[in-house]
């Protein structure tokens, strides 16, 4: 079993990065994400500047926290999140893999679905002003079933 830790350094100044419920944090020590501690987490997804973070568990389910001023948290609001959140609209899918970009997020299935939500550029099957979704939204994207490689989204525009 795993254990998730945050190296103590708040880079999102107190809106919840660290996942551990303080604020204000630059000790640089280490900090146990103890609400992830009853999950097996596989991977953690980090935004490239640090302000949301978005953990995979080996049983597919995914919690966010940290920054969520476009939704890229998953959770169907804009609150910060300062503790790990489980996002809930996936709870029926089994993920596979996840990436976080910048004020978006994207996960795979193992029926090789494609969700996307957050801030993002336009998608051929969303409408053209639909550049924002709070909660995970499908793509008409298939990739072949139970293929699950890394997933990068940078930009989506």
């Known amino acids: 079993m795993f254990q998730v ?20 944090s630059s000790s640089g020590e280490l900090l146990q994400i103890t609400t992830l501690s009853n999950y097996v987490v596989k991977k953690v997804a980090v935004n ?12 597919g389910q995914i919690l966010s926290w940290g ?3 476009f939704g890229q948290l998953g959770l169907g609001h804009r609150m910060h999140m300062k ?12 993920v596979c893999d996840v990436s976080c970009g910048v004020t978006h997020a994207a996960a795979v299935t193992t029926l090789g679905e494609l969700f996307i939500w957050g801030h993002f550029g336009a998608l051929d099957d969303l409408d053209e002003d639909q550049f924002m979704t709070m909660t995970p939204k ?20």
């Open 48 to 59: 490239s500047y640090g302000l949301f973070a978005i953990a995979l568990t080996y049983d």
């Open 83 to 94: 503790i790990p959140q489980l996002v809930t609209a996936l709870t029926c899918s089994f």
């Open 5 to 24: 830790f945050a190296d103590g350094i708040d880079y999102s100044r107190s809106e919840g990065l660290l996942g551990v419920g303080q604020t204000h």
């Open 138 to 157: 499908k793509v008409r994207f298939y990739l072949w079933p139970y293929l699950c490689t890394n997933i990068l989204f940078l930009r989506l525009s």
């Open 67 to 69: 920054h969520n001023s």
